[in-house]
């Protein structure tokens, strides 16, 4: 009843709350979800262009674009995408400036299931056709019938200057036209609807209607038909914005009032998988039930929505998966917890990222030999999996690794200078629960099937090491040099031997670390303002700084401008784009990274399913 309740109260939020998302209309236009069928695949929306793109102008990245030092560079890199653009642009007379100039308002795509279009009908009254011919025609109609096609509606508010879609519609029509469509124009009360079908399959056609400053265009028979109906309020299905899934899904995604979301999206996974695979003909019959099995169908929906240009935060974004209760299936292999997500000491001040998930392992482990047996029987799991494992190692691979963790996992990621191809290396914590016992463990798998893993000591830590591969990566690529150690109680794996030492050091306090940091405690005082009452399974640190500065060093490489010079040879935008790194010099790095501020991103569980945020502070 309780999650029944909140389902409701979702409902009811995104129905009268929050008009933003679901409407935000004016007095006539409706906002795109009224216009399309509750049962929509995807859908992406912008709420206002002309205001998305003031508030991105304000934005770090926008501020960045109009730096005096910057704009340049930006200036030659839009001018070489306007070129490239006209091998397109030439087909139906517009330039990328006039593209992009074309939406003044909302703007939405989707992705839609067509009611079934059937050509092949039996007629109505008179003798049925007993004939072989006739007698397929009628098992093909019924397979039509069973069948739901993808369309696609896309809504752009262009205010009452039309002319450059108009434009771009009249050549699109009369493309089409020279390849055997036609067009039928039909008045339904005060609007004027355009259908441009293809006379051998009228499955396939483009419809459209222009109202109120808004054009909508339908692809596949009947999407624009339907969408005005919607509008008029004559239709007898409900719309997206009527959905209860689609109002669990975002309801979560909205945020505060000055944060209010200008991009939004929504995803039906299961749907969309559902008719990719029924669609495939007898196939589906042995692939469709083992997909049901799964459990993919308790993915009810998957949303977001992403904000830029505040005062306090210069972006927010979040995620929410909607899933059924219980978790069985594949999700019974999703088994978040909480718990810590404070650095431990080991993680040095210098991380591009870092990444706490607290996770009950070894309720994956039975949730992934529960799937695993489903497919190969009763007990396969343990007669393929465990019993070899017990054979070759004489231990329980239970007890020897599952229950040995203490169910929480750690990511980094560090950029090793000088910068290359690679550079930017992981380190992967696991928390034990006894350090000693897995110290034996390792020993023993290292005299049965880890033979080939080597060890030395470094200080009082014993370092593992696979053994170096012959065959070395090419020039100016990093040779990853794979290792682990335990460290404290932690159980550390990294493909790079000198970030593995890092930590080391970090941990003796030889060097900073990041629980010192004053970005990290910047970052982490504003997620108690994302978070309320929730409790997260995942935090994450991310200073994109030092991601921007592996793509500077890379750009400035001569080894990957020569590289891109090779690319470009045969290809027109590989060779526009070497040019352009031939022809500039790029400001000191400083110049990039003080448009650069650290990010945040958190995971909280809950009975209905995940929501993920992520958040960029202000620069200063």
Not at 50 to 62: P, V
Not at 80 to 91: K, P, R, T, V, Y
């Amino acid at each position: 009843m309780a999650l029944i309740s909140r389902l409701k109260l979702a409902t009811f939020l995104a129905l009268a709350v929050l008009p933003s998302v679901f409407a935000q209309e004016t007095a006539v236009v409706p906002g795109a979800p009224r216009l399309l069928p509750e049962d929509t695949l995807a859908y992406i929306r912008i709420e206002n262009v002309d205001e998305l793109k003031a508030d991105a102008a304000n934005s770090a990245t926008g501020r960045m674009l109009s730096d005096p030092k910057l704009r340049p560079i930006a200036g030659q890199y839009y001018a070489a995408a306007s070129e490239l653009f006209e091998m397109l642009g030439n087909q139906v007379g517009l330039t990328l400036d006039q593209l992009v100039a074309i939406p003044k308002g909302q703007l939405a795509a989707s992705l839609i299931l067509l009611d079934p279009v059937n050509p092949a009908a039996p007629a109505a009254v008179g003798p049925k056709d007993e004939s072989p011919e006739g007698i397929r025609k009628r098992l093909e109609a019924k397979k039509l019938e069973q069948q739901q096609n993808f369309g696609g509606l896309l809504v752009i508010e262009t205010g009452r200057d039309n002319a450059t879609l108009r434009n771009l519609l009249d050549t699109v029509e009369k493309k089409l036209s020279e390849s055997g469509w036609v067009t039928r124009t039909e008045k339904i009360k005060q609007t004027t609807l355009v259908q441009i079908i293809r006379v051998a399959d009228e499955s396939r056609a483009v419809e459209y209607f222009t109202r109120d400053g808004v054009t909508v265009i339908g692809i596949g028979a009947g999407a624009g038909r339907a969408a005005l109906k919607r509008w008029d309020g004559e239709s007898l299905s409900p719309s997206l914005a009527e959905s209860t899934d689609f109002a669990a899904v975002m309801s979560p995604c909205i945020g505060a009032e000055d944060t209010r979301p200008q991009i939004t999206f929504f995803a039906n996974p299961f749907r969309i998988a559902e008719r990719i695979i029924k669609g495939r003909g007898n196939g589906a019959a042995l692939v469709w039930p083992i997909v049901e099995n799964l459990g993919v169908g308790k993915i009810r929906g998957i949303g977001g929505s992403i904000f830029q240009g505040g005062e306090f935060f210069d972006d927010i974004a979040h995620m929410h998966v909607l899933l059924d209760p219980p978790r069985d299936g594949i999700f019974g292999v999703v088994r978040p917890t909480e718990g810590d997500t404070n650095p431990p000491e080991w993680i040095p001040a210098d991380v591009a990222s870092y990444t706490s998930i607290n996770w009950r392992i070894d309720k994956s482990f039975d949730g992934f030999e529960r799937i695993f047996d489903t497919f190969a029987g009763e007990g396969g799991f343990a007669t393929r999996a465990t019993d070899p494992y017990l054979k070759a190692t004489t231990l329980d691979l239970r007890e020897s690794l599952v229950n040995a963790t203490a169910d929480r996992i750690i990511s980094v990621t560090w950029l090793q200078q000088p910068v290359t191809f690679g550079s930017q290396s992981r380190l992967i914590g696991i928390e034990l629960k006894d350090p000693a016992q897995m110290t034996q463990t390792i020993d023993q798998l290292r005299q049965t099937i880890w033979k080939r893993l080597e060890s030395e000591t470094v200080g009082a830590t014993t370092v593992y090491r696979g053994r170096p591969r012959d065959r070395q990566p090419p020039a100016g690529f990093r040779v990853p040099t794979p290792c682990g150690a335990i460290v404290g109680k932690w159980m550390l794996i990294s493909d790079n031997r000198e970030l593995l030492e890092h930590a080391m050091r970090a941990q003796s306090g030889a060097m900073p670390r990041l629980s010192d940091l004053p970005d990290y405690d910047l970052v982490v005082s504003e997620l108690g303002g994302q978070l309320g009452d929730d409790k997260p399974f995942m935090l994450s640190f991310s200073r994109d700084s030092e991601t921007l500065r592996q793509v500077y060093d890379l750009g400035s490489s001569p080894q990957v401008r020569e590289f891109a010079k090779q690319r470009g040879e045969n290809n027109p935008v590989g060779k526009r784009i070497s040019e352009l790194m031939e022809a500039n010099d790029l400001p000191p790095f400083d110049e990039f990274k003080k448009y650069f501020a650290p990010s945040g991103t958190f995971g909280y569980d809950e009975p209905t399913g995940m929501h993920f945020g992520r958040y960029t502070l202000k620069p200063e």
